[in-house]
């Protein structure tokens, strides 16, 4: 089973502390990082701009003109003149203001798959560094491709296109204004500039709101996700209640956030008014002042229009749609911006040293994720000689995946020194590093190519007969048939889990590397198909340690290694059955398949701690008298191993509790070892 115990907490949203000022200034460099790398593009979205913005400068002359010359002295051709002006402006500025969309396009789609490109990058860097930060959870993942990106180049697009557009429209306000009636600029820039100033003085607390309101989306989608893929499990534990309260707090959460943004939008009308609106009523209130001081009639129609027909519409623009834009776009810029971050990749060790084989070795290794979390692991040693054959088991939770990253490299333990191939880790280099060992995951990864890409994508140039053997040696002749042979299309979404693993497991297998580790990497194949792989690997030149998905795979390892959240133990399967109860326990229950209450249990280990004392005492009988079961398999020789010394800090540490993984009430039979009593 998954360890989902042993993993690094869900990160916590960032805090909404980040100034204004460096929203702004990533979104700025967003943009000039677009406009360069298109500047053909950024010249003739500029030109077809400009263009667009005539009406605005001759809309009040045009009508002034209608009014003046045309209405108040009864001559209509000089009245239908001046209109039909301003429509053959208005028409120039409609066709211009379609060119300019193909030219926006060029800009904003390259800079989108870009975005992608430099989220997705970052994201695996970050994952695939030993000790950086792992703050990405899939659901986030997915919120940052989709919505976050989404949202900057939609508000990226608005930016390019309307920004000089607002500009231009006030500036030919103010000048078509100054040069028609000089005394009424004042009225119609003052409240101009005021509610400017109140757009300004909103912009960082509606910054703040948004990025409430991101991190609210992101956690819903963190808790959709997490309970829709653990919906399973819910209902057959009855937590349908829980799950369903924890759901509907995140809703409501990003219901409360999603509120407090739109109060703060709310009050954007009040600048649409102030700066608007209110221009159109002093010009109305002084027009007998402005008659008085020599404006005509058609002047004062000329600058109504400004207000209301070019003005009114370019500070709405900037409040509800350049505004709320531009803040949703250094927002999301400055999430998207962390996401790219790749963090500093570790130099290559001088001089490197390459591992002389597929050995390894771990003393006092400790891990913890977090500074004051519990240590998984704590002193932990272990030895491999090369071509070692070693099975992990363990309930679940207990730090299986987590000694699997350690030991290919993947997490840096905080204490202790890792060997591989009689070398630190420390001092291989990374792509040697990348020869030596190979970890497969519980979730295998197949990627879109041909099968022989993906079998050889750790070997390439892998001889055609080599690939036959290996596909021979797996079982899976039947799949690379389906698949029309090594050069046919293989398709992710088409393969079934198990498929998935036996192509991930045929790139292990055909690798250089002289350490394999499975990590649970055989879960959806069936007995039979994983006995064959199992034996391919041990016939396979290497190391081999599998993190155990069925306790079959205990029976014919060299070693076993449990952990049990307390001192582990190492030894072959015989011994530790003699010697160790709750490996007994594990055995009895995956044999057995029965819980303490006799129901059919699931068969895999450390899912159950009670087991029935009749599976028990075969097994005792079974290392007593040296001869297996009937249906097990025993290794020749029962020679110990090295052994392993160190502690594991259990999941939980309430006084008077038992370790995690031990059982906490057995009925044994007369003359079998009751779990939990130390061995002598």
Known sequence: MAEHTARPPRPTPRPAARSLTAANGTALRLIRGGLADNRAAALRLTWWTLLSAAPALVCGKALALAVDRGFLLDRPRTAALGLGLFALCTLGGAWASRQTYPWLAEIVEPLRDRLLRDVVTGTLHRAVTPGAARDDCAAVAVARLTRQVEAVRDALAGQLMLLWQFV?????????????????VPLVAGPLLVALALFAVLAPATVRRQRAAFDAEEALAGRAVETVEALRDIVACGAHEHAQREALDAVRRHLRASRALASVSALRRLIVALGAHSPLLLVVLAAP???????????????????????????????????????????????????????????????????????????????????????????????????????????????????????????????????????????????????????????????????????????????????????????????????????????????????????????????????????????????????????????????????????????????????????????????????????????????TGATEDGRPGDARPGDAHVRDSGAREAHAREARAGEPTPGTATPETDTPRTPISGTLTPRTATPGTPARGMPTSVTAAPGTVTPGTPTP
């Open 168 to 184: 231009l429209t006030v500036a030919a306000v103010v000048t078509g204004t100054a040069v028609l009636a000089p005394a009424a």
């Open 289 to 591: 002042v402005l008659l008085a001081h020599g404006m005509t009639a058609g002047e004062i129609v000329g600058v109504l229009a400004y207000v209301l027909a070019t003005l009114e519409p370019a500070i709405r623009l900037l409040v509800q749609g350049l505004g709320a834009s531009w803040l949703r776009l250094a927002v999301a810029a400055e999430r998207l911006a962390d996401a790219a971050r790749r963090p500093e990749p570790r130099p290559d060790p001088r001089p490197a040293l390459r591992p002389a084989d597929g050995s390894a070795t771990l003393s006092g290794i400790a891990f913890a994720y977090g500074p004051e979390a519990e240590p998984v692991l704590d002193g932990l040693d272990l030895s491999l000689a090369d071509g070692d054959h070693l099975v992990v088991v363990g309930p679940s939770g207990i730090g299986k995946s987590t000694l699997a990253d350690l030991l290919t490299g993947m997490l840096t333990p905080h204490r202790g020194r890792i060997l591989l191939g009689g070398v630190p880790l420390d001092r291989i280099a990374r792509q040697d590093l990348a020869h030596a060992r190979v970890l497969l995951p519980q979730t295998p990864y197949v990627f879109a190519g041909t099968l022989r890409e993906n079998l050889c994508h750790l070997a390439p140039g892998t001889p055609d007969r080599v690939l036959a053997e290996a596909v021979a040696e797996l079982g899976m002749s039947a799949l690379v048939e389906r698949l029309g042979g090594p050069g046919g299309r293989v398709d992710p979404a088409g393969l079934s889990s198990g498929e998935r693993e036996l192509v991930a497991l045929a790139r292990a297998y055909v690798s250089t590397a002289r350490l394999v580790v499975l990590d649970e990497a055989t879960g959806h194949l069936d007995a039979a198909a994983e006995r064959q792989v199992e034996e391919a690997f041990r016939r396979r030149p290497g190391t081999v340690v599998t993190i155990a998905h069925r306790m079959s795979s205990a029976r014919s390892a060299d070693q076993v290694l449990l952990l049990d959240g307390g001192r582990p133990r190492v030894g072959t399967h015989r011994t530790l059955l003699a010697q160790v109860p709750l490996y007994a326990d594990l055995m009895g229950h995956w044999r």
